[in-house]
Nanobody, 125 residues
Framework: QVQLVESGGGLVQAGGSLRLSCAAS????????MGWFRQAPGKEREFVAA????????DYVDSVKGRFTISRDNAKNTLYLQMNSLKPEDTAVYYC??????????????????WGQGTQVTVSS
């Protein structure tokens, strides 16, 4: 089992940057594939990015490609999401999530086993 805690959200102007972090408890973080999701008010939770357990493979939703970068530091049990060139439509609560097996195209939230509590990102125009 793994527990996840996100941080790094906040208010930023359009065009700005933020880096989200997700701290994981337990000694098995390096065995989990990790993902970032987001949920805007009145909308369903949507996939943003994912990374394999060792970090070699990544996947992104088209709307963030070239702007967001997912990474992880297994020695620190931490997942990151670097967000650049932020847009008002990126405003949402951002969640990190974990699952055992990485597979490209696994965009469904129900495929992930563990979730953090979320961190708010607000991008003003």
């Amino acid at each position: 089992q793994v527990q996840l805690v996100e941080s790094g959200g906040g208010l930023v102007q359009a065009g700005g940057s933020l880096r989200l972090s997700c701290a994981a408890s337990g000694r098995t973080f390096s065995s989990y594939a990790m993902g970032w999701f987001r949920q805007a008010p009145g909308k369903e939770r949507e996939f943003v990015a994912a990374i394999s357990s060792g970090g070699a493979n990544t996947d992104y939703v088209d709307s963030v490609k070239g702007r967001f970068t997912i990474s992880r530091d297994n020695a620190k049990n931490t997942l990151y999401l670097q967000m650049n060139s932020l847009k008002p439509e990126d405003t949402a609560v951002y969640y990190c999530a974990a699952k055992r097996l990485y597979r490209s195209g696994d965009y469904v939230p129900g495929l992930y086993d563990y979730w953090g509590q979320g961190t708010q990102v607000t991008v003003s125009s």
